[in-house]
């Protein structure tokens, strides 16, 4: 009977849940799936288009620069967001002097709003003013147009999004700390090198997780580039910080083109999904490396 009882409270609890991903997920989602097929400018009511919107992809090339630009800011992103969160949960795994306090370091730019976080950065990028621009110089090595040139503002982006790693320190921190102790005690009566250690017993181990970080940190990379895209350089300088997300809001909220910002997002799912599956067999083919 108390099991009964348990079974249908959590049921009710689960009910205020069920209905904030239908409302915030699932309905979203059939309406962009099905404004995809249509022209709708929020004005007038929508016309049936077919496949038009997604023909027109195929010979968009701001989309094609677009989608470029994602990936490119896909393959740096997401290495260094994961060896940061990694390396750092590694660092403060040990409870010692000052740990604590550097987690809460660690954690803590996560839970600024993005835009006031991006007018910080916007700041410390300036060029004329900025307080990197002044460190550079105080130390003698050259300044980098940093929100000028197209590579330096493609890194001032991943550099932003570096910072970040609130979520996927805790993750990989509660990992680290999952491994039982007793195998470290066995490395250490072995004389195991520390380097054979992590690679014998800490990587394989913590494999699982850090696939699961990096297939989120794919799917983050999209909205994690769009308000520092929109508040630093608004896409540019010569389009080079013009990411997908970026793009499919200025079809949408600029030009009215709901069904063609529709159809973007659909080919940007899919661009997600594959690049999730990309880096799921990497990973799968990394950790059986790592574990011979």
Not at 216 to 224: E, P
């Amino acid at each position: 009977m108390r099991g009964a009882v348990s079974e249908r409270r959590v049921g009710w609890l689960a009910t205020p849940m069920v209905l904030a991903t239908l409302l915030l997920v699932a309905v979203p989602f059939v309406m962009t799936f099905a404004l995809a097929f249509t022209h709708f400018d929020a004005l007038t009511p929508p016309r049936a288009a077919g496949l038009e919107n997604f023909r027109r992809l195929v010979g968009d090339g701001l989309f094609r620069h677009s989608l470029r630009n994602s990936l490119i800011f896909m393959a740096f992103a997401v290495p260094v967001r994961l060896f940061a969160a990694t390396g750092t949960a590694l660092l403060t795994a040990r409870r010692r002097r000052g740990v604590v306090a550097a987690r809460g370091v660690t954690y803590l730019p996560s839970v600024v709003p993005d835009i006031a976080y991006a007018l910080l950065w916007l700041w410390v990028f300036n060029p004329l003013f900025g307080p990197l621009t002044f460190i550079l110089d105080a130390v003698g090595l050259p300044g980098t147009e940093w929100l000028l040139s197209a590579w330096g503002a493609r890194a001032a982006v991943v550099i932003m999004t570096v910072w970040q790693i609130g979520e996927g320190f805790i993750v990989a921190l509660a990992a680290r700390n999952d491994i039982p102790g007793e195998l470290y005690e066995l490395s250490e009566l072995e004389s195991a090198s520390p380097w054979y250690t992590f690679r014998r017993v800490t990587l394989p181990m913590m494999a699982p997780v850090l696939v699961l970080l990096a297939a989120r940190d794919v799917a983050f990379s999209f909205q994690a580039s769009f308000v520092p895209a929109l508040v630093l350089t608004e896409g540019g300088p010569f389009y080079a910080t013009l990411f997908l997300p970026l793009y499919a809001y200025q079809n949408a909220f600029a030009f009215f083109r709901f069904g063609y910002a529709s159809a973007m997002t659909i080919a940007m799912w899919l661009v997600t999904g594959a690049m999730i599956g990309v880096a799921w067999l990497a990973a799968r083919r990394w950790r059986a490396v790592a574990s011979v």
